[in-house]
């Protein structure tokens, strides 16, 4: 379990990225932040694996305060996903899935053993693991990132846009392979993105941000959809404007549900 | 050429003499330079008047370093300690340079993964600024490797044996063959230095030949665009 205690952070520089945020994130779920662009996600997040301290309240993982942990102890135990895959570049796919469980002790053939296990995970091969980072395409490198954040078999994994940097349907494709490993692993995920649609498809729970990470709104998807905690959260999640209305018509017997401009979204069973 | 295969062993033993002079202030200058260079890249306030007095040690003429130098250090005029101390100074001073650049050039994005995934700060050094900096450390180690074998040439009008003393000698019997035999000698040392660190550099840095980098003209491929601006002037320095 991860627990916000009123946490604030104010950066040396003036800018405050988070007034009071308060949030406790069950374990083994997936937990998704979403918001527009510089409302905070990332700093909430990295808070969890002391990337960033907050300047007030606590972040508590299973009931014990972060900030007296040691930080590069408590960041090898926890996976994190970066944004743009964050791999280096100068150590071969399969190193870098390596260098975690190098980190955390563990001998040099197991540690490559399992990162070659981990790598066909998220379906890279061998061949893929000797190259280098800069000789794989975009979708190939977050799925090394992904890779490398599950490779010591974390029990918290963090996700800052894993599935920014590719096309829509290597994006759907990797969304539905982490619901599948999701089901496997059971892991605490907590999941940043500024797509609703993503974040409806990942989240257990889904965190709606207005700036300054001020809470709109928390709960399961289809709570949010059923009762939007005020316009501001109908209109982020596209509910206005009809965006998300469904209405369903007969086509030769069938129930066929449409959406608001009138292209159907598919067959209503029973 | 009958007259260096007569003296060969003589122009042999300069070139050796020449080898260990230029080697062993590139070494050191390198192991120099790596650290402070570190450090400037991670303080800018004290990178300006690190980088400044690099830029000023450079400036002394190598002649007059090399005779000031046994008074400073104690050592004795013909020792040659003293080209070696000098030449030393003047690949610091130009490596410190190329050094905060090497470690300015590494992506924050990488070092922030880097400490993300659980790398201690020291680890982190060692495992990822050093290697990914290694590229431009290179072009930098590899411009200065040039004009060092070239200064050496400087110490035999100080009486410090080097290849050098083929023109000083020849100059002085007026033999025109010697002083080309002494060229020839230290161009070819300069090329295989060269090409030992290029080799030693695909060697060490098997990624950078993915890189983009890699893919562009060829002279590109080992120097960034601020190296080869510290590479004309170090260049230009020696004349
Ligand atoms: N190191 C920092 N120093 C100063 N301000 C910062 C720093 N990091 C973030 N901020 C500011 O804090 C606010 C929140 O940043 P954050 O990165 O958490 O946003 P985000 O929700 O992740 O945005 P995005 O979707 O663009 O990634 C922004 O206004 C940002 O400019
Ligand atoms: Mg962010």
């Not at chain 1, 926890?78 to 964050?86: C, F, L, N, P």
């Not at chain 1, 129930?255 to 209503?268: I, Q």
Request: charged share 20%.
């Amino acid at each position: 379990m991860i627990e916000y205690r009123s946490v604030g952070k104010t950066f040396p520089d003036g800018t405050q990225a988070v007034a009071s945020f308060d949030l406790t994130i069950p374990s083994r779920t997936t937990t998704v932040f979403v918001g527009s662009s510089g409302c905070g996600k990332t700093t909430l997040l990295r808070m969890v694996n002391r990337m960033v301290d907050p300047s007030a309240g606590q972040v508590l993982i299973d009931d014990v305060d972060v900030a007296t942990q040691d930080p590069v102890a408590l960041r090898r135990s926890i996976g994190y996903v970066m944004q743009h895959a964050g791999l280096l570049p100068h150590r071969k796919v399969v190193d870098n899935v390596a260098t975690v469980l190098r980190l955390n002790g563990t001998g040099k053939g197991a540690a490559r053993e399992r990162a070659l296990e981990v790598l066909s995970t998220v379906g890279l091969d061998e061949s893929q693991s000797r190259k280098y980072p800069g000789q794989l395409s975009g979708g190939q490198q977050q799925r090394v990132g992904v890779a490398r954040g599950l490779a010591a078999d974390p029990n918290i994994l963090l996700m800052d846009e894993p599935f920014g940097a590719v096309d829509p349907i290597v994006r759907l494709e990797l969304q539905a392979e982490l619901r599948r490993l999701q089901t496997q692993l059971d892991k605490t995920i907590v999941f940043v993105t500024h797509d609703i649609d993503e974040a409806f498809a990942l989240g257990d729970q889904v965190v709606i941000l207005k700036k300054g990470g001020e809470v709109a709104q928390v709960g399961a998807p289809a709570d949010i959809l059923a009762q939007p905690a005020d316009d501001f959260v109908a209109s982020f999640v596209g509910l206005d404007k009809g965006g998300r209305s469904l209405h369903v018509e007969e086509r030769e017997g069938r129930k066929v549900v449409v959406d608001a401009s009138g292209r159907p979204a598919g067959v209503l069973e029973g | 050429m009958e007259w260096a295969w007569r003296n060969r062993d003589q122009v042999l033993e300069l070139f050796w003499q020449h080898t260990w002079l230029s080697v062993v202030p590139l070494v050191v200058g390198f192991l120099l330079a790596v650290p402070i260079g570190w450090y400037a890249s991670r303080h800018p306030r004290l990178r300006g008047t690190l980088l400044g007095v690099g830029s000023v040690l450079y400036t002394i003429p190598s002649l007059a370093l090399f005779v000031t130098l046994p008074g400073i250090i104690g050592t004795g005029f013909l020792d040659p300690l003293n080209v070696v101390v000098a030449l030393s100074i003047y690949a610091v001073a130009i490596m410190v340079r190329t050094a905060a650049d090497a470690f300015e050039s590494v992506s924050p994005a990488v070092l922030d993964s880097a400490t993300a995934t659980g790398y201690s700060s020291r680890q982190r050094g060692f495992g990822v600024e050093l290697p990914l900096a290694g590229p431009v450390l290179l072009a930098g180690i590899r411009v200065v490797s040039v004009s060092t074998v070239s200064l050496v040439s400087v110490g035999a009008l100080i009486g410090v044996a080097s290849l050098g003393s083929l023109f000083t000698n020849g100059y002085r019997r007026d033999f025109l063959t010697e002083i080309v035999v002494g060229l020839v000698g230290i161009v070819v040392l300069a090329l295989v230095l060269d090409a030992l660190l290029v080799l030693a550099g695909r060697v060490l840095m098997p990624w950078d030949r993915h890189s983009e980098r890699a893919k562009g003209p060829f002279w590109r491929r080992f120097a960034g665009g601020r190296v080869a601006e510290s590479g004309t002037m170090a260049l230009g320095g020696d004349a």
